[in-house]
Nanobody
Framework: EVQLEESGGASVHAGDSLRLSCTIS????????LGWFRQAPGQQREGVAA???????TYSDSMRGRFTISQDSAKNTLYLQMNSLKPEDTGMYYC??????????????????WGQGTQVTVSS
């Protein structure tokens, strides 16, 4: 069982930056993906960024260059640094953990454990 808890969401203006954190606890498979997803009101959840246990990172095309995923293994924490935020980045952001280290952004269906989410609101 894995537990995840997000924090760092806030209301900001376009062009601002935010860093989201996800504290992770529990038992992990050696090969895994850790990912960030977001869901805007009335829309499906979409992948934002992911990092595999191999260290490989994957980004959604619309976030590449603005968002950076990283982890601090010593602190069991996953981060999402978001720069140059846009109003369309508004949504609930979730972190998730899934077993296996391939296809980390293939879809939310490949993740086994989820946090409760943290809200990010970007105003123009």
């Amino acid at each position: 069982e894995v537990q995840l808890e997000e924090s760092g969401g806030a209301s900001v203006h376009a062009g601002d930056s935010l860093r989201l954190s996800c504290t992770i606890s529990g038992s992990f498979e050696d090969t895994h993906c850790l990912g960030w997803f977001r869901q805007a009101p009335g829309q499906q959840r979409e992948g934002v960024a992911a990092i595999a246990s191999t260290g490989r990172t994957t980004y959604s095309d619309s976030m590449r260059g603005r968002f950076t995923i990283s982890q601090d293994s010593a602190k069991n924490t996953l981060y999402l640094q978001m720069n140059s935020l846009k109003p369309e980045d508004t949504g609930m952001y979730y972190c998730a953990a899934g077993w296996g280290a391939t296809g980390c952004l293939a879809g939310d269906w490949r993740y086994n454990f989820w946090g409760q989410g943290t809200q990010v609101t970007v105003s123009s």
